[in-house]
């Protein structure tokens, strides 16, 4: 069982940044996939970006590649979402996810134009 939580959300204005964080604990995070998603209001929730286990490689939706850079501390049991040049379409509540699996409670990124 893995648990994760998220934090870093909050407001911000059009074209600042915000890094989230997703710890885990229950289980090092380290030999899984991990990934963000988000849900706007009234939309289905959608992928963001994921990072590979062992070989970190990544991967972004088009909309996001360029501003967002995902990362992973492992010694931390820690996943990061760097998001620059934020855009009021970024506005969601941003989920991180686990093995295609466990998922956190979310944390609400607001851009106000």
């Known amino acids: 069982q893995v648990q994760l939580v998220e934090s870093g959300g909050g407001l911000v204005q059009a074209g600042g940044s915000l890094t989230l964080a997703c710890a885990g604990s229950?289980?090092?995070?380290?030999?899984?996939?991990m990934a963000w998603f988000r849900q706007a209001p009234g939309k289905e929730r959608e992928f963001v970006a994921a990072?590979?286990?062992?070989?970190?490689?990544?991967y972004y939706r088009d909309s996001v590649k360029g501003r967002f850079t995902i990362s992973r501390d492992n010694a931390k049991n820690t996943v990061y979402l760097q998001m620059n040049s934020l855009k009021p379409e970024d506005t969601a509540v941003y989920y991180c996810?686990?093995?295609?699996?466990?998922w956190g409670q979310g944390t609400q990124v607001t851009v106000s134009s």
């Open positions: 229950g289980r090092a995070i380290s030999n899984y996939a």
């Open positions: 996810n686990a093995h295609r699996y466990y």
């Open positions: 990072i590979s286990s062992t070989t970190s490689i990544t």
